[in-house]
DNA sequence: ATTGACATGAGGTACGTACCTCATTTAGGA
DNA sequence: TCCTAAATGAGGTACGTACCTCATGTCAAT
């Protein structure tokens, strides 16, 4: 019934709190066969370490880091603000947490701040930023020195991160794809997308997910090459208008990135706010209004408080060395209608 | 920097580490100006205490219960199977959980049963059940107790309950009735609308707000009077292939409640299954395939995991007497196609 | 049998807080 | 001023675990 403790281990292991002390926390000193049999006990009683009485124990303080780009966009700033949110609730207790921005496309700094971090008895950090061979070296010489990490909202799939708190991108695409198709009274027409940059990798995955789902379930539908708005005002209203001025036949808009409301605007402005369909990514205050004054038909969106909270969790349970809870770390592919905006 | 502790407390107010104790834990033979003493110098230095070393220090077991509803309905064993889930997991730490199975439509059993938890030492209980006097009464007098009450999935507004655990019915209908008015390519015909009962509370929500919906946005199609299923195949089967038989205009299905297994098969043996607008709720294993082989179009989810959780972190938070994150607590209206399936 | 190195045990203190007992102080009334 | 009741202080033990020191035990080699 009760739960037992290092006492109860130690009688069923026949050996000494010392000993048990010496086993669970990895000292030298002690016997493989010694070793054995407590590990054996611990299987046989169902012993787990009280955590919490560790911590207080030892004084233990978890010092975590997130790594998030200095980039102009709303999500960045969205998710900083998550993390923000995160940091004044319950789940930092005993938590000791940074914020360190790095330049979007610099990797050489980037890299000097994963080593400053290494070098300051870091125990975890959650990294948003795209995968380079020296990221990936970087990050091998963290996992050496056991520090727990995460790739955050892009996945760093060959540097041995510990987990990937975020959505797969090919998915929200064809999400977006399904969307347009669905939404459209005559399947044709053409769709024009704009993206910051498909250089980014997620916006390239998205494009990507929604071309696949348009090709075969909407193939009367013309999607239109990729216009890049470089997160520039004058660029994006430009392209846009000369695109919607051209041609007559447009029917939809799938905006891959953020950075909406020039777009927004401007459809206002144009009198094509209600009659074409628009799908855009992340919930910010932006899509928030524009959803709810009917330009924006739906927003695919990864929730920004759920993704901070879990990089958190994440972190904790590999520091402390337990399992997470896979349903919760979860991140879903949003569908926000206005109907269901949050 | 460090956290102050009962010992800085003491020294802050000028009191010994016994008054702070008779303070904090509110006990008897401590002067009105001695406490206004100590809670000033809680302000002043920014005493928080340490919820973990106080549970330790007295042994602390939460004792929670979840009273639900013994229901022959998908979603009540999914709500089950994660309670059981979330039972396994870190977030019950210190806890001791009960599940109390009520019949569903017997107040009488239900208030007996909340009587024999207020008379266990329970600290806190999520109630999914409806509301009648009497259950309003028994709520009263568990609140007097001093036992925090959480109404999960439906909503007890009159009650005193601590916090309700669930999302807003009506929107979930009005999301529903967006979605099916913008799937149809052609704005006519009807939609038949099936419900297992249009008594509970919860389908009744719905549908309204699936009627507010389809009325303000669109007219043209007739929404059809709800079927009554009442979880009986037989019945289901009779009442929708009579409909679908006799009516041709038929171009939408709105399940209000769970039981769409049996549906989704009928729309196959129908050959039914690819040309009506089928929207349902609960993400459940039968509409998953559904979702899947393309019979349903849309569901609309309130995730039973974090329902669970939610209401662990919520009682244990109005236990502690702290608060919780809203953000975190919030249950999303969830859409649900086969492309963002999770 | 003796010695030395390694392994293990015993006991103590610490973490922040709860809770208990008994001694001391304070405040108000006669 | 004295007495009494109430308020407060002082000190100790407990929770489960970490971590330290030193004493004791074990094993292998000489």
Redesign the pocket.
Known sequence: MSRP???DLAKAA??????I?RV??SRP???E??IRRVNEAIERIGFV??VT??N????RRYKFAFVLPDAPGEFVTLLRSAVNEAAAGPIVDRMDLTVATVPPNDPHFLVKTLRRLGASQIDGIAIFAPETPHVRDEIAHLKESGVAVVALVSDLPNTGRDHFVGIDNIAAGRTAGVLMGRFMREIRGSVLVLASSMQARANAERRLGFDQVMATQFGAIEVLPSLEGHNDPETIRRIISAVLDSRKDIAGIYSVGTGNGVLVDLLKEMGRDQDLVVIGHELTRNTRRALEDGVLDAVINQDTGHIARSALRVLRAKTDGIDILSSQERIRIEIIIRENLY
Chains 1, 2 share one sequence.
Do not use: P
Request: hydrophobic share 40%; glycine share 8%.
């Open positions: 403790t290092v006492n026949g050996v000494s709190l010392a000993t002390d669970l926390n000193g002690v016997r066969q010694t370490r009280d009485a560790a207080l124990a030892r004084q």
